[in-house]
């Protein structure tokens, strides 16, 4: 099954059509401590954002998501860092509405096809872009954004690559996220700065439900 973010047989909960058009930012999230999860979920989705990606970089990463899915059922809830066939079918067992990768090899944009969510396949070169394409999904991942380029990169490559829609992530900033957001192959950029460490590890929900109303009103 073929499948991308803007043609699912099952679109993401709260979505109706493309990811990338939910909100101009997606909270780029990773929870250490599983008692932070649903109350992260629920200030982003207080400031605005009903949109979370949820990184598998912790041990607890996969309960947080069944966390989130049981207990904060308004939130669009996305599955990130996700780089093997096994962790994308993880992810889906676990209650993701779609998937990020970091990169994409052909193995597991087919085995992110096969699972049937959505998703945005990482890619930070044209032709890691025109692979994607080719495997008939036009919405991707830029990243690490800043690193591999940045706004001005994305730029340079909207001509040649019309049909390419990018979510960048890594690296983008409060202040940095409009330049991104105004480029016609952008529809929303990752932001970790929504979710700061110290907040997390503080219980400041009200700080990060903050920083969520800021980023939602930057569209």
Not at 20 to 40: E, Q, R
Not at 57 to 65: C, I, S, W, Y
Not at 73 to 86: D, F, K, Y
Request: proline fraction near 10%; hydrophobic fraction near 50%.
């Amino acid at each position: 099954m073929r499948c991308s973010l803007t043609s699912t047989p099952e679109p993401p909960r709260g979505a109706g059509g493309s990811l990338l058009d939910l909100v101009p930012v997606v909270p780029v999230v990773v929870i250490d401590d599983l008692a932070h999860a649903v109350p992260t979920a629920r200030a982003l989705v207080a400031g605005g954002l009903p949109v979370i990606e949820l990184t598998l970089r912790t041990p607890v990463a996969l309960d947080a998501v069944r966390a989130i899915a049981a207990e904060v059922p308004e939130i669009t809830l996305g599955v990130g860092t996700v780089t093997t066939p096994a962790q994308a079918e993880a992810a889906a067992d676990a209650g993701a509405g779609f998937l990020v990768s970091p990169g994409t090899t052909p193995t597991l944009l087919r085995a992110m096809l096969e699972v049937g969510l959505p998703f945005l396949p990482g890619t930070a070169t044209v032709t890691e872009a025109i692979a994607v394409l080719e495997g008939g999904v036009s919405e991707m991942k830029f990243f690490p954004a800043e690193a591999s380029g940045g706004a001005a990169y994305l730029k340079s490559i909207a001509s040649p690559l019309p049909a390419a829609r990018f979510c960048p992530t890594g690296g983008i900033t409060a202040a940095s996220a409009p330049t991104y957001l105004a480029l016609p192959n952008v529809g929303c950029v990752g932001g970790s700065w929504l979710t700061p460490a110290d907040a997390l590890a503080a219980g400041d929900w009200t700080r990060i439900e903050t920083l969520a109303r800021e980023a939602a009103a930057l569209r």
